[in-house]
């Protein structure tokens, strides 16, 4: 079972940019699609966005597309995600996980701690 562990939130103005890291334990991680979910105060926890096991396929939750980027690198077991013109609403707390090839949106196994990400207006 993979493990993971994030990090690179914090706090930030509207308009400005954060990069989150995943960092994974186990050797298969470079065979796995992952996702980045996120929970705002209140609300389920929600889709974000998700990159194949070679990188080469991502997808997104239309609320981030074209703000957000997801990418990975697994000779490092780190899957990234670059937040770009954040919004308040993007405020939450950011948690990899990884998912189903047949349904990116789909978590498999158990999660990080996650990462807070505040944005202030």
């Known amino acids: 079972q993979v493990q993971l562990v994030e990090s690179g939130g914090g706090l930030v103005q509207a308009g400005g940019s954060l990069k989150l890291s995943c960092a994974a334990s186990?050797?298969?991680?470079?065979?796995?699609?992952m996702g980045w979910f996120r929970r705002a105060p209140g609300k389920e926890r929600e889709f974000v966005g998700a990159i194949s096991w070679s990188g080469r396929a991502t997808y997104y939750a239309g609320s981030v597309k074209g703000r957000f980027t997801i990418s990975r690198d697994n000779a490092k077991n780190t899957v990234y995600l670059q937040m770009n013109s954040l919004k308040p609403e993007d405020t939450a707390v950011y948690y990899c996980a990884r998912v189903k090839d047949s349904d990116y949106r789909d978590p498999l196994g158990s999660w990080g701690q996650g990462t807070q990400v505040t944005v202030s207006s």
């Open positions: 186990g050797r298969t991680f470079g065979s796995y699609t």
